[in-house]
């Protein structure tokens, strides 16, 4: 058959445009815009997440325990103790916690919904973060076996609560949690920073009627 | 699209608009389809039965306490009421209405608030466990008991809301089975249809390409064919030139040699005039075939005109013989002329009817033997249908009948051994039927190998001039026949 067969190779005129140069650049310019508009949005959204750990929540009373030093023992009743891999300064292989104690540590505030209340809800307690940093966990812990006046029991990554403002709440809509409602503790996740403390996977952690804390 | 529409039953476009709708219709219904059973998944993976077993447990172990108590003392108040804070507990924290714990709508069933009176009344009575230890736990085992079977009735309940959301999903899922089965079945109807689509537009590319490359074959060849015409042309035009500009120096050959030849510039001995008529005859023989070859270009180009006059065929037969009478008694051989009485007039160019009788007599001459012998005959037909007709007839060496066609193209002899004895341009026939076509005549030869050929030119009726009454009595011996000459 003939060697050209059906088709014939375009005219010179079109194989080289006459600013095939510019035209190259725009669309280079073109491929690298999205996947960089992408990369900038993915970046502004992690410096949210990591912005958001210091700002979601609002300080009430600063703390007035200095880290470091040996939590005082507990006078009124006791509403929570930590044991597991801790390395308090005084060496006690259990720190209970009164009331005052966990305030010393620092009391924040928030608002968000949950799946439990209704619309907007303040919430304000002691960070977890601060209860950890008190106690001295051991720097190989991971995670925290988190029990309820009912026994019950949920496991928590130490990274949550190093993470993000999760809190030991103890007033709800400024009114003090009691055992009848979810108190004395109770585990409140910031959702408002983060909508997949929402999901299930974080929802057996939002303990109630928090009792105790072991490190493990 | 017209090439598909005449090679399949559908057209591209109608398969095009079916698998579109198809796909448009199916895939939003699926989607929704899809997003129900999500729905209903969540649902019936409700926590309720979480909340009511919690209760149920709460309850129990109010109960075990309450049991305790009665005969230990030790019970205290704080641990009952502990107990009942976490009855309460339970109460207080049922899945919120409207949320998504809340699908099996436990809040607004009366088994929950019947419990909450019951510990209520246990709550109110609480006081009185320092005064009366015994009816109070007689009070609050009742109320436990009432609470618990309450809570029975509600377990119960939960589980029948939990199985009836389960089955939903499960028919659900099997409404979803059928759909997803007709949605492959569309699915692979889009594939089929795509696939036909495929096949058809590469069958129509395949077909414009051969269109393409036949296109390109075509014009190949076209070109191929321009470029032979031109060259053809351009050797006919270099032919002709040529041919002219040598007869030029040779009309000086031989108009020279003739003069040498009589003795107009002093005697010559005998080997300069054999010499000198060497020159004279060779001369001549170029002439006659630069002539010829003249003649053929001038036909080739298409510029040969008749210049037509009248003539008596029986005396330019005669006067041919006449002319070639030193030739025919070279070869030595016989001829013989029959004409009719009367003249055969015809109206025709004389110069080339002349080369015409020249030519085939030449060639009688050429390829008989000597001693052989020729004929010449000039017909004149009674039937005015039927043109005139000279025939010229030998007993030479003849030709093989597939080789006639042959013999009438120019520069073939149909042997070439023959060719060089006989010397020749092989231009003689093929001018004679030239000619004799210009005329609108016929060439006809018979022939028989090594016996003999017989040529006939006929011419065509109209050129017979009329008022000449064709005559049998013919004179088969003309004054010519008388010297027919056999000196051989």
């Known amino acids: 058959m003939h060697p050209i067969g059906g088709t014939l190779p375009a005219p010179e005129s079109d194989r080289i445009a ?33 912005a958001a750990a210091e700002s979601d929540y609002k300080v009430v009373r600063p703390p007035t325990h200095v880290v470091g030093t040996a939590v005082p023992a507990p006078e009124g009743p006791v509403i929570l103790t930590v044991s597991g891999k801790i390395l308090p300064p005084d060496g006690r292989a259990e720190i209970a916690f009164d009331r005052a104690g966990l305030e010393s540590l620092g009391v924040v505030s928030f608002t968000t919904a949950t799946n439990w209340t209704d619309g907007a809800t303040v919430f304000e307690g ?5 209860v950890l940093e008190a106690v001295q966990i051991a720097p190989d812990s991971k995670e925290l076996l988190l029990t309820a006046l009912n026994d019950y029991q949920a496991v928590m990554p130490v990274e949550d609560a190093l993470d993000w403002p999760v809190i030991l709440a103890f007033k709800e809509n400024g009114r003090e949690l009691s055992v009848r409602d979810r108190g004395p503790l109770w585990v409140v996740y910031p959702c408002h920073v983060n909508d997949r403390f929402a999901t299930r996977l974080y929802l057996s952690r939002w303990v109630w009627q928090l009792a105790s804390i072991s490190v493990r | 699209m017209g090439r598909i529409g005449r090679t399949f039953p559908f057209g591209g ?38 909340y009511e077993g919690q209760l149920n447990r709460e309850l129990l172990r109010l109960q075990v306490t309450l049991t305790q108590a009665v005969n230990d003392p030790e019970v ?104 997803l089965l007709l949605y492959g079945a569309g699915f692979i109807a889009l594939v089929t249809g795509l696939g036909y689509l495929m096949v058809s537009h590469m069958r129509a590319e395949h077909a414009l390409r ?92 298409g510029k040969y005109e008749l210049l037509e006059t009248e003539i008596d065929l029986n005396r330019m037969v005669q006067s041919a013989i006449r002319d070639m009478r030193e030739a025919i008694r070279k070869a030595g051989i016989s001829v013989t002329v029959s004409v009719p009485k009367q003249p055969v007039v015809v109206r025709a160019d004389a110069r080339k009817l002349r080369q015409v009788i020249d030519n085939l007599l030449a060639n009688s001459l050429k390829f008989t033997e000597s001693g052989g012998s020729a004929r010449i005959v000039v017909e004149s037909p009674e039937d005015p249908s039927e043109g005139p007709r000279i025939v010229v007839a030998d007993t030479g060496i003849g030709i093989a009948p597939e080789d006639i066609p042959r013999v009438f193209r120019p520069f073939e002899q149909v042997d070439g051994a023959l060719a060089r004895k006989h010397q020749g341009t092989g231009l003689g026939l093929p001018l004679v039927k030239a000619f004799v076509d210009l005329h609108g005549g016929t060439v006809d030869m018979a022939s028989v190998l090594g016996e003999g050929t017989t040529v006939t030119v006929t011419l065509p009726p109209e050129r017979l001039m009329p008022g000449l009454s064709p005559g049998d009595d013919r004179k088969d011996v003309l004054p010519l026949p008388a010297r027919r000459v056999d000196e051989g």
Not at chain 2, 13 to 40: E, G, K, Y
Not at chain 2, 89 to 116: A, D, F, K, Y
Not at chain 2, 125 to 149: K, V
Request: net charge negative; charged share 25%; proline share 4%.
């Open chain 2, 13 to 50: 476009q109608m398969v095009w608009v079916i698998c579109f709708a198809l796909l448009l219709v199916s895939t939003p219904a699926l989607v929704r389809d899809l997003l129900d059973i999500q729905s209903a998944t969540e649902q019936a993976t409700g926590v309720d039965y979480w």
């Open chain 1, 126 to 130: 002691v960070l977890l973060k601060n």
């Open chain 2, 210 to 301: 051969k269109a393409t490359t036949r296109l390109v074959d075509i014009a190949e060849l076209e070109r191929a064919r321009d470029e032979a015409v031109r060259a053809n042309r351009v050797k006919d035009s270099f032919m002709a030139n040529v041919s002219h500009e040598l007869r030029t120096p040779l009309n000086a050959i031989i108009g020279f040699s003739e003069m040498l030849r009589e003795p107009y510039c002093g005697p010559l001995n005998d080997k300069q005039r054999e010499y000198v008529e060497d020159i004279h005859s060779a001369g001549q023989r170029l002439l006659a075939l630069i002539n010829d070859l003249l003649d053929l270009s001038r036909l080739r180009a």
């Open chain 1, 18 to 50: 006459p600013c095939a140069g510019l035209a190259r650049c725009f669309r280079h310019a073109a491929e690298l815009t999205l996947p960089g508009l992408i990369g900038l949005a993915s970046a502004l959204l992690l410096l949210k997440d990591i």
């Open chain 2, 76 to 179: 205290s108040p704080e641990t009952i009421n502990f107990r009942l804070d976490m009855v309460f507990s339970r109460i207080n924290n049922m899945p919120r209405p409207g949320s998504g714990w809340n699908t099996l709508h436990l809040t607004e069933l009366q088994e929950p608030s019947r419990i909450r009176e019951y510990m209520n009344e246990i709550d109110a009575a609480l006081p009185m466990l320092e005064q009366d230890r015994q009816r109070f736990l007689d009070l609050a085992l009742l109320r436990t008991e009432q609470a618990l079977a309450e809570a029975q009735r509600l377990s119960f309940e939960v589980v029948a809301r939990q199985n009836a959301m389960a089955g939903t999903l499960q028919k659900l899922f099997i409404e979803f089975r059928y759909k």
